[in-house]
C-alpha cells in the first residue's frame, strides 16, 4: 500500500457507537426527482406540513408519534384489551406511570394537548397569569384559551442562538419573583415547567434549577406543573453534564425531577416512544376528580381517555424502555453526531444541540432575507427540494400573532428544527442530512423569500400556505 492509502484507511484513536438495535421488519422509502420535489413543494405551498409523506425521502418533521415500535411493544399490541371500562391495559399503564414518574393519579388523553386543555380548563381562570420556560405552541394557546396570560421566565440565554450554557432551559426565578411581585401568587395558578425546552432547540434543564423552583414556588402556594414530554431526554443531560449525578438511573432522576412538580402533561408521542397518547398525571384529588369530570366529555372515559386498549399497552413497554441507559444515550447522540458535523463544517446552528432537534439559524444561513420575507419556511422548502428532507419551520410563522393587538410576534430565533424520530433513521442516513444541509449552505445566495398567502386562525404554521418571493 502506499503511503497516501494508509493515511486514508487510519484506525479512529476512538470507538464508535451504534444503534442498540437491529432490524426485524423494514419499509421502503421511495425516492424522487429534484424536478418533482419542486412540483410538490409547489403544490404544497411552501409548507412542509402540507407535503405527503410519501414524497418525503427522510422524515425529519417531527419526533411526534413517528418513534419505531419495538418487538416488544408490537408484541404488547396482541395484549389490547378492548373493553369499554376498566381495560387492564389502562391499570398497567396507570401502575407504570405511576412507578417511573411518581404522581398518585393518571387521566388518560389521546395526546398531550389533550391533557392541556384539561388541565388548563381545570386550573387557570380569567385574568391569570400562567409563567413558563418558554412557551410552547400548543401549551399556550390551552392556557389562553382558558382566560391566562402566558409569561416567558425562561433565562436570558435561551433566546441567544449560540452559548455555552449547558442549561438554556432554566426557569430565570428573578423573572418569576418580577411577576409574582406585580400580579401575586393569587394570580398564578402554576408555573408551567418544561423539560428539555422544544423551542429552545431541546434544551436541558437542571436539576438544581428545578429545586429551587420548587422551594420558591411552595413557598410561595403556587403549583409546578410540568410538560413531561422529554423529560426523559432532560434526565439524561442532567447524568451527563451535571456535577453529582453521573452514578444515577436514568429511571431515578426522572422521578426526582417529577418530585419537584405537583402534576405533568405528557405527550407519550415522544418519550414514550409510541405512536399516539398521552397522560396527565396529578397529585391532588380534588384536581383528579375534575379532570376525570371533563375527560369523559372531551377525550374518553376516564379509563381509555382517546387511547384503545393497545396503546396503553404500548406505551406501559414504551415507557420501560424509554429510561433505559443505552437506549437514550443512542437517541441524544445521534441528534449530536449530526449536530457535531454541522458545526464543524460552519453551518449556523443552534448550540449547544439539544436532544431531539438541530435547529438551523435561518437568520444566520439566510443573512439577505428579512424576518418578514420568512426566512425559516423557505430555507425549510428549500432543504426539501435539494434533497427530500422534510424539517419544519420555528420562527415567526410558528410564533403566530398577539391575541390582543393582531401584530405578528417577532421571535429573537428564527429556526428551521431537524427533529428524529427515535429508533428510525441509521447513522447513514444521518450522513446524508449533514451532507444535504452542507450542499444547501453553498448555494444559500440564491434562495429567496415568501410572501404568505393564506393564514388560519390558530396554530397557523400547520396550514398557512405561501408564494415564491
Ligand atoms: C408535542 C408537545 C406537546 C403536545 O403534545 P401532542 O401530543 O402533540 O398533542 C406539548 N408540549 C411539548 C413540549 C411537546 O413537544
Redesign the pocket.
Known amino acids: 500500500m502506499t503511503g497516501e492509502k494508509r493515511a486514508k484507511h487510519q484506525r479512529p484513536t476512538t470507538r464508535s457507537w451504534a444503534e442498540p438495535f437491529k432490524i426485524k421488519m423494514i419499509e421502503p422509502i421511495k425516492m424522487m426527482t429534484r424536478e418533482e420535489r419542486e412540483k410538490s413543494i409547489a403544490k404544497s405551498g411552501y409548507n412542509t406540513f402540507l407535503l405527503d409523506s410519501e414524497d418525503v425521502y427522510i422524515d425529519l418533521l417531527?419526533?411526534?408519534?413517528t418513534s419505531a415500535m419495538s418487538d416488544r411493544q408490537w408484541a404488547a399490541l396482541m395484549m389490547g384489551d378492548e373493553a369499554y371500562a376498566g381495560s387492564r391495559n389502562f391499570y398497567n399503564m396507570v401502575e407504570t406511570i405511576q412507578e417511573y414518574y411518581g404522581y398518585k393519579f393518571v387521566v388518560p388523553t389521546?395526546?398531550?394537548?389533550?391533557?392541556?386543555h384539561i388541565l388548563s380548563q381545570s386550573m387557570i381562570k380569567e385574568g391569570d397569569y400562567v409563567p413558563g420556560n418558554m412557551y410552547?405552541?400548543?401549551?399556550k394557546f390551552h392556557q389562553e384559551h382558558a382566560g391566562g396570560k402566558f409569561v416567558d421566565i425562561i433565562i436570558d440565554e435561551a433566546h441567544k442562538a449560540t452559548s455555552s450554557c449547558l442549561f438554556k432551559g432554566n426557569v430565570d426565578l428573578e423573572k418569576l419573583d418580577k411577576l409574582v411581585k406585580e400580579v401575586g401568587a393569587d394570580k398564578i395558578p402554576y408555573v408551567s415547567l418544561?423539560?428539555?425546552?422544544?423551542?429552545a432547540g431541546g434544551q436541558p434543564v437542571s436539576m438544581k434549577n428545578m429545586k429551587e423552583l420548587s422551594e420558591y414556588c411552595r413557598k410561595h402556594g403556587i403549583a409546578v406543573m410540568l410538560?413531561a414530554?422529554?423529560a426523559i431526554e432532560n434526565a439524561y443531560f442532567i447524568k451527563t453534564r451535571e456535577e453529582g449525578y453521573a452514578d444515577r438511573t436514568i429511571a431515578s432522576l426522572l422521578k426526582e425531577i417529577c418530585s419537584y412538580t405537583d402534576g405533568a402533561?405528557?405527550?407519550?408521542?415522544?418519550d414514550g416512544l409510541v405512536n399516539?397518547?398521552?397522560f396527565l398525571a396529578i397529585n391532588d384529588e380534588e384536581l383528579f376528580v375534575k379532570a376525570k369530570n371533563m375527560v369523559v366529555v372531551y377525550e374518553g372515559l376516564h379509563t381509555y381517555g382517546g387511547m384503545a386498549g393497545r396503546d396503553m399497552e404500548a406505551l406501559a413497554q414504551g415507557i420501560r424502555e424509554a429510561v433505559d441507559y443505552d437506549y437514550i444515550s443512542y437517541r441524544v447522540k445521534q441528534v449530536q453526531y449530526i449536530g457535531e458535523k454541522l458545526e464543524d463544517w460552519g453551518i449556523p446552528i443552534v448550540t449547544p444541540v439539544g436532544g431531539?432537534a438541530i435547529y438551523l439559524d435561518a437568520k444566520r444561513f439566510l443573512p439577505h432575507i428579512a424576518q418578514k420575507d420568512f426566512p425559516a419556511q423557505r430555507l425549510a422548502a428549500a432543504l426539501y427540494v435539494e434533497s427530500g428532507v422534510r424539517t419544519m419551520e420555528r420562527g415567526i410563522v410558528s410564533a403566530g400573532r398577539n391575541a390582543e393587538t393582531g401584530e405578528n410576534y417577532h421571535p429573537e430565533l428564527e429556526l428551521v428544527r431537524l427533529t428524529f424520530p427515535r429508533r428510525v433513521y441509521t447513522q447513514s442516513h444521518c450522513d446524508i442530512i449533514a451532507e444535504s444541509v452542507a450542499d444547501l449552505y453553498d448555494k444559500r445566495d440564491e434562495i429567496k423569500g415568501l410572501k404568505m398567502v393564506y393564514e388560519p386562525e390558530n396554530l397557523r404554521f400547520f396550514q398557512a400556505r405561501f408564494e415564491l418571493l
Open positions: 417531527t419526533d411526534s408519534g389521546h395526546q398531550g394537548r389533550g391533557a392541556e410552547f405552541t400548543t401549551t418544561e423539560t428539555n425546552v422544544n423551542m410538560d414530554t422529554r402533561t405528557m405527550s407519550a408521542k415522544k399516539i397518547g398521552g431531539h
